[in-house]
């Protein structure tokens, strides 16, 4: 996979779960809705479900596997967040965060910025070329997400943390 179709992994994560939430929305109305009907009572062997409960079931499935897929949303922003950390170029870590962690569009980028659509089409590119080079170093092995998260909590070289011992200037 290059590093396009990893970024572009959280946007197509994002319409799923768009998707499933108007489907429970739907459910929730279907549950809502509330008609009577009067008919014979019927003796049968065999134990039907109501069609609310189903719809009530369908729901609780759904919003189960929603949390499930915010979860990997949050995992796989996170690791894009970290990628784009290591670019240097601020204009270049900023569009990229504007498209695939902010999920904005591109009109919408390219008014935030204060670009034109084709420079900001040309910065993508080179902010795509950019990345590359980061994914190809940093991001080979998915199982090792939190020691790279961690590793992005330590301060830059030649950063320093000051001691809490310096914390107070005492008069």
């Given at each position: 996979?290059?590093?396009?179709?990893?970024?572009?992994?959280?946007?197509?994560?994002?319409?799923?779960?768009?998707?499933?939430?108007?489907?429970?929305?739907?459910?929730?109305?279907?549950?809502?809705?509330?008609?009577?009907?009067?008919?014979?009572?019927?003796?049968?062997?065999?134990?039907?479900?109501?069609?609310m409960e189903s719809v009530i079931v369908r729901k609780l499935e759904l919003?189960?596997?929603i949390n499930s897929q915010i979860d990997e949303l949050y995992a796989l922003?996170?690791?894009?967040?970290?990628?784009?950390?290591?670019?240097?170029?601020?204009?270049?870590?900023?569009?990229?965060?504007?498209?695939?962690?902010?999920?904005?569009?591109?009109?919408?980028?390219?008014?935030?910025?204060?670009?034109?659509?084709?420079?900001?089409?040309?910065?993508?590119?080179?902010?795509?070329?950019?990345?590359?080079?980061?994914?190809?170093?940093?991001?080979?092995?998915t199982n090792d997400k939190i020691g790279r998260l961690e590793a992005a909590?330590?301060?830059?070289?030649?950063?320093?943390?000051?001691?809490?011992?310096?914390?107070?200037?005492?008069?």
């Open positions: 996979m290059d590093i396009r179709e990893y970024f572009e992994q959280a946007n197509l994560l994002n319409r799923k779960i768009k998707m499933m939430l108007n489907q429970v929305e739907t459910l929730d109305s279907q549950a809502k809705k509330v008609t009577s009907s009067f008919q014979m009572d019927k003796v049968s062997s065999s134990k039907q479900k109501s069609s919003e189960k596997e922003k996170l690791n894009m967040a970290l990628v784009i950390s290591r670019i240097y170029d601020e204009r270049y870590r900023r569009l990229l965060e504007l498209r695939y962690i902010e999920g904005e569009e591109w009109n919408q980028i390219a008014i935030t910025l204060g670009y034109n659509m084709r420079w900001v089409q040309k910065l993508h590119k080179r902010s795509i070329e950019e990345a590359a080079n980061v994914y190809d170093g940093e991001v080979k092995n909590k330590k301060p830059p070289i030649g950063r320093y943390e000051i001691p809490k011992s310096y914390d107070t200037v005492k008069m």
